[in-house]
């Protein structure tokens, strides 16, 4: 990147916009006491301040990615910072559960409209020798972003109001703005006939979809609701493909599904992801209810994981034009694997020591695999499709992202009531959350002690599953992901100038945390 300066500029720009998502959804975590209690909201109003955003956002990716491939990835990019912008400051003004519920809907479809055009403009913008290190800087910060939101979150709570944690958008949206006016080029693919019809299939199939996941805790797999949102989501979704392949401009290259990289990567990056949800879904608890920390504390805790992901970003960016995609991504798999596997032996005694292991483990592992299989899956799509391409696998990764919160949430759930005293109350069976209000309204210390035990036992359970899910997705990457000969010595193609005076020629990445309150 050193010849080409205004490279590294634009590579703020898409940085900033990925921080202020990945942000936006840990961040709102720790506002959660203090905004249930000034608003009066419900536990199943809560929910919804959850799942309204993912469902919009989930549902409307693919939509959006061919939107920017039609219109331009970078007004595409613009329009949704403006409308993420506008509606996170409504939701910092909310008066009620309804008005912040609508805005988290708005901040979905600003979402939406921003994170596929991120890494198009990407692919758009940095050659093959080059591409390789932005992406494993886009990658480090989107995961990092996710891990330092509870702190962010945390200290804004604590200084400010629970409203805070929405009105930081806006500075940085603001930023983004004028960064991606001054710097950033435009780029498209060639004009394509609109598609509504799949385009209505692939929301409703995505979203029902989505919605049934979510719900699976509360409705149970053969439940009325789960079954009648599944057959919605089949329906819809089955109709989907089976119009995209027989229409002249499908909305999707479903095509490249039959390219063992962009499948390959796509499946490593939802199984990590589903993996991951055993420590996102427990750690957090287990630093408030069991060690004592407060949400700021819990916070700085993560300071190794994001440690570790800056340290095996930065490694793997050189490692892997030498190893290849393959490699690093079973490699990282693997350390990340043993970063759960110290996590399972974690018990209230052990104290944070663990806890940082566990962390820096995960961390590094997360640095070396989700760069290369971000890498191996994009050096699929046709750089006319990335925007498309791009939010088809974000779309994937949130639905198995939504998937692992559910089951891991389940996991978990079960482990601790299965640990719990048969005596103790239902309520306190039922969460430590619970469990910790009963102790302290009958001022029972031995249930207290017994619940932090039962919840150490149940995430170590959750941590031993997402092991296992992460090790299936080693073996995913060692068997579909290929590194072409030749491609990791590619030498630089040069990129017209004209790209970067707004007419680069054309050319997509992922989504995050989904926490369910009800989990636990």
Not at 302 to 319: D, H, K
């Amino acid at each position: 990147m050193k010849h080409r300066p205004r490279r590294r500029l634009i590579m703020i720009v898409l940085c900033l916009c990925t921080l202020v998502l990945t942000l936006d959804v840990s961040v709102l975590t720790v506002a959660i006491p203090p905004l249930a209690r000034d608003l009066g909201a419900t536990p199943e109003q809560i929910q919804w301040v959850f799942d309204s955003y993912v469902l919009v956002y989930a549902g409307l990716l693919m939509t959006s990615g061919s939107l920017s491939d039609r219109f331009g990835r970078r007004r595409v990019l613009l329009i949704g910072l403006v409308v993420f912008g506008l509606s996170s400051l409504a939701a910092s003004l909310s008066a009620s559960v309804d008005m912040l519920i609508a805005s988290r809907v708005a901040m979905g479809v600003g979402g939406c409209l921003i994170m596929p055009s991120t890494l198009s403009i990407l692919i758009t913008v940095f050659d093959a020798v080059e591409r390789r290190r932005a992406i494993a800087i886009w990658t480090v910060v989107l995961m990092v972003g996710d891990i330092a939101g509870p702190t962010v979150g945390g200290l804004l709570v604590s200084a400010f109001w629970w409203g805070a944690v929405f009105l930081i958008n806006v500075p940085v949206v603001v930023v983004a703005m004028a960064a991606a006016l001054l710097w950033m080029p435009e780029s498209k693919g060639p004009w394509r006939k609109p598609d509504p019809l799949g385009t209505v299939l692939s929301v409703v199939g995505t979203v029902t979809l989505t919605w049934m996941i979510i719900g699976l805790p509360g409705s149970g797999v053969d439940g009325p609701r789960t079954l009648g949102l599944l057959a919605v989501a089949v329906i819809s979704l089955g109709g989907f493909v089976v119009w995209e392949k027989r229409t002249r401009v499908p909305m999707v290259p479903l095509a490249l599904f039959g390219d063992r990289n962009f499948s390959g990567g796509s499946l490593v990056a939802v199984l990590m992801q589903v993996g991951s949800n055993g420590l996102v879904l427990a750690l957090p608890q287990f630093l408030q209810f069991v060690l004592g920390f407060t949400p700021a504390q819990s916070g700085l805790a993560m300071v190794p994981y994001a440690t570790g992901m800056i340290v095996s970003g930065i490694l793997g960016s050189r490692m892997g034009g030498k190893l290849g995609n393959r490699p690093m991504i079973v490699l990282g798999v693997l350390i990340a694997v043993c970063g759960l596997g110290v996590l399972a032996i974690a018990s209230p005694v052990s104290g944070y020591g663990l806890i940082a292991v566990s962390l820096t483990l995960f961390g590094l592992g997360g640095g070396f695999s989700a760069p290369a299989a971000s890498n191996a899956l994009m050096s699929a799509v046709p750089e006319e499709r990335a925007g498309v391409g791009s939010a088809l696998n974000d779309t994937v990764q949130q639905v198995g992202a939504a998937f692992g919160v559910a089951v891991l949430g389940s996991v978990l759930a079960a482990g601790f009531s299965a640990a719990m005293p048969a005596s103790a109350p239902g309520e306190a069976r039922a969460s430590i959350n619970g469990a910790l209000a009963v102790a302290n309204r009958t001022g029972d210390a031995a249930l207290a002690h017994a619940a932090r035990d039962a919840f150490a036992s149940g995430m170590s359970v959750t941590a031993l599953a997402g092991a296992g899910v992460a090790l299936i997705a080693a073996i995913v990457g060692f068997v579909l992901v290929r590194d072409h000969k030749g491609s990791r010595q590619r030498p630089a193609e040069p990129v017209a100038e004209t790209a970067l005076n707004g007419e680069c020629s054309e050319s997509s990445h992922s989504a995050r945390m989904i926490t369910r309150l009800d989990a636990v």
